[in-house]
Nanobody, 120 residues
Framework: QVQLVESGGGLVQPGGSLRLSCAASGNIRSINAMGWYRQAPGKQRELVAAATSSSTNYADSVKGRFTISRDNAKNTVHLQMNSLKPEDTAVYYC???????????????WGQGTQVTVSS
């Protein structure tokens, strides 16, 4: 089993910044992709940003404002969020595609979510 623990959410004024962190632990042989999704009330969960060992991918709505980074040695992923807008308000979920054994299948794991609220 794999656990993802998130931290760093909170309340921030428009234009402010927050940094989210997620640490993966447990039966981890390797991690393919790690990323962040978010879900606002009444909306579907959407991809915010994802990172593999060689590339990153961002939702159009956060390009230029958010930066994802990974520390492969520590199995952690971070999301630096700048110039936050009220529409960024959502629960943010960490996600990781984990392989538990050298030739085993990839399994997707989720964190418990952390609330980000952008409001004056």
């Amino acid at each position: 089993q794999v656990q993802l623990v998130e931290s760093g959410g909170g309340l921030v004024q428009p234009g402010g910044s927050l940094r989210l962190s997620c640490a993966a632990s447990g039966n981890i042989r390797s991690i393919n992709a790690m990323g962040w999704y978010r879900q606002a009330p009444g909306k579907q969960r959407e991809l915010v940003a994802a990172a593999t060992s060689s590339s990153t991918n961002y939702a159009d709505s956060v390009k230029g404002r958010f930066t994802i980074s990974r520390d492969n040695a520590k199995n952690t992923v971070h999301l630096q969020m700048n110039s936050l807008k009220p529409e960024d308000t959502a629960v943010y979920y960490c996600n990781a595609d984990v392989r538990g054994s050298p030739w085993g299948p990839l399994a997707k794991y989720w964190g418990q979510g952390t609330q980000v609220t952008v409001s004056s």
